[in-house]
């Protein structure tokens, strides 16, 4: 079966650090690209961030540029966000999807239940 | 990076037809044919219903259909079903300096 499981939401304070993984299984990880989407209490859902197969391209939305890092490590088919100097606003359930097929472009076709990420003093 | 603009909710009785409309720009909907359609419940993950503007894949019902004119994509659902209630949201990839992906603000579908 096809599946993916994040982990590691919680509640931060403003300007603390946070890392969410996201376990895949069921598809051949390292020829498929990954990303991560989130959405926030009462609102829409907004796409966070993109990682390439091996890692070779990485695209951020502008509103986490220079705030968080996309990773993976194929050989533990484990996708992360490192996020840093997180804002109230940050607060959201994350999802790690899969594209369709290799590229940004391309649809998600497979997604995790999503972790709750809480911002908050 | 501006989102999609799309209807806050949208109805109809069963068995009918509705359309939900997505509205962008010419550099995105209107620049690319990777507009795709999400189907989320209360509490699940959205599930991809409509890819590359009409294509459904595998399980989707094909009650479930796609169409783009310009820069609004649409979304329409033929003989309405309770099941089909659920927020619908569209997106699209914009190519420029900075490859991204921008959602709609969602839609609410509420079958009376």
């Known amino acids: 079966e096809v599946q993916l499981v994040e982990s590691g939401g919680g509640l931060v304070e403003p300007g603390g650090s946070l890392r969410l993984s996201c376990a895949a299984s069921g598809f051949i990880f390292d020829t498929q690209s990954m990303n991560w989407v989130r959405r926030a209490p009462g609102k829409g859902l907004e796409w966070v961030s993109y990682i390439s197969s091996g890692s070779s391209y990485i695209f951020y939305a502008d509103s986490v540029k220079g705030r968080f890092t996309i990773s993976r490590d194929n050989a533990k088919t484990s996708l992360y966000l490192q996020m840093n100097s997180l804002r109230p606003e940050d607060t959201a359930m994350y999802y790690c999807?899969?594209?369709?097929?290799?590229?940004?472009?391309?649809?998600?076709?497979?997604w995790g239940q999503g972790t709750m990420v809480t911002v908050s003093s | 990076q501006s989102a999609l603009t799309q209807p806050a909710s949208v109805s109809g009785s069963p068995g009918q037809s509705i359309t939900i409309s997505c509205t962008g720009t010419s550099s995105d909907i209107g620049g690319n044919n990777y507009v795709s359609w999400y189907q989320q419940n209360p509490g699940k993950a959205p599930r991809l219903m409509i890819y590359e503007v009409s294509n459904r894949p595998s399980g989707v019902s094909d009650r479930f259909s796609g169409s783009k004119s310009g820069s609004t994509a649409s979304l329409t659902i033929s003989g309405l079903q309770a099941e089909d209630e659920a927020d619908y949201y569209c997106t699209s990839y914009i190519s420029s300096s900075s490859h991204y992906v921008v959602f709609g603000g969602g839609t609410k579908l509420t079958v009376l």
């Open positions: 999807a899969k594209n369709r097929l290799p590229g940004v472009h391309e649809a998600f076709d497979i």
